[in-house]
C-alpha cells in the first residue's frame, strides 16, 4: 500500500502566463467599472510569457513537497505531449503521480492568466472529465479535497468514504462550482473537515454571511462571527484569507486568531491560496501551534506572489525556517 503525509485530490492543469507591466494604447485599467481593456482585433505586446503546471491540487501537492512533506497527487489528465509535462514537473518536485488517471484521447485543460499591475485575469478552461478516481491501496495523514470540474459529486464521495473508513484528517478548499452548487450539496463534507480553507468573499457565499460594520473593529468581530458561522456547519478549523487584510481563524476549542499578510512586492497572485493552504497544512503536520501555522501560510502566500505563476515562489522547508525567525 502506497503511504503518503497527504495526498490532494482535484485539478491538474497548463497556466500559460502573459504579463503586461504598464498602460499603453492597447491595455488599460477602468478602475471605476473594474474592466480590463484591451484594443479589440490588436496584436498586443507581452512584456513576458511563460508557460506552468497549475491547477489546485498540483499547487498544494508541490507546496507541500517542498516543504519535506511526502505526498501525492489525485487528478484526472489527458495523454497529449502537456499531460506529460504535468507529469514531468509533479515527479521533479518529488510529488507521486501514481494515482493520477490519464484518460486516452483527452487533451489538457489550460488557463490564461493575463497579469497586470499585479493582478491576474484567469481565463479557464475545463475538460470535462469523469474523476472516476481510484482509492485502493492508499492511506495517507490528510487527504486535501478542493475544486474540481463539472462531474465533481462521485470523486467527493469517494473522498468521504475514504476518510471515514482510514480515519485520516480531511482539509477541505471548495471550488467555484462546488460553492455555487449551495451549502446543502457539500454538506456532507463539511461534516467530516477538519481544516476548511476559503477566502473571505467565499466563505460569505458558503455562509450567506452579510458584513454590516466596515470599521476596524466591526470588521473584526464580523470576521469572527463570519468563521463561528461557517463551523456551525461542520468543520473543526476554519481559515479564511483576505488579500492584504490578511488570514483569520478559529479553532476547535472556538478561540480566534490573526495574522497580518506579510509585506511583498507583489508581481502576481496567482495560487496565493493554495500557497497559504500548503503552508498551513505543512505546520500542522509538524505539530506546530496555529498561530505559526498561520504565519507558514502567509509566509508561502507572500513567496508565491513575489514570483509569476502558482509555484516558482513556494518556499522550502529551510527558507521557511529562515524567513520565520
Known sequence: MLQFDTFC????????????????SYVHLNKDANELCVAYGQKIPVDQCSLQIGGNACNVAVGLSKLQ??????????????????????????VDTSKILQREGQQSSFSTILSFKGERTIFSEHVKRNHDFNFENIGAKWAYLTSLGDKWAEAYRKTIDFVKNTKCGLAFNPGRLQI???????QNVLSLTNILFVNKEEAMKISNFKFLISNENGENKNMKSLLESLQKLGPKIVVITDGENGSFA?????????????????VE?????DAYASGFLAAVLYNLPMQTAMKW????????????????GLLSRKEMEQKFL
Open 250 to 266: 478559529v479553532n476547535e476549542k472556538r478561540e480566534f486568531f490573526t495574522q497580518p499578510a506579510i509585506p511583498t512586492r507583489i
Open 69 to 94: 512533506i511526502k505526498t501525492a497527487v489525485m487528478a484526472e489528465i489527458g495523454t497529449d505531449e502537456f499531460a506529460q509535462k504535468i507529469i514531468n514537473t509533479l515527479s521533479s518536485e518529488n
Open 180 to 186: 455555487d452548487s449551495g451549502e446543502n450539496n457539500i
Open 9 to 24: 485530490i482535484g485539478s491538474a492543469k497548463i497556466d500559460i502566463f502573459l504579463s503586461i507591466r504598464n498602460e499603453s
Open 269 to 273: 497572485k496567482t495560487g496565493a491560496g
Open 297 to 312: 501560510g502567509a509566509l508561502n502566500a507572500s513567496g508565491t506572489m513575489s514570483a509569476i505563476g502558482a509555484q516558482n
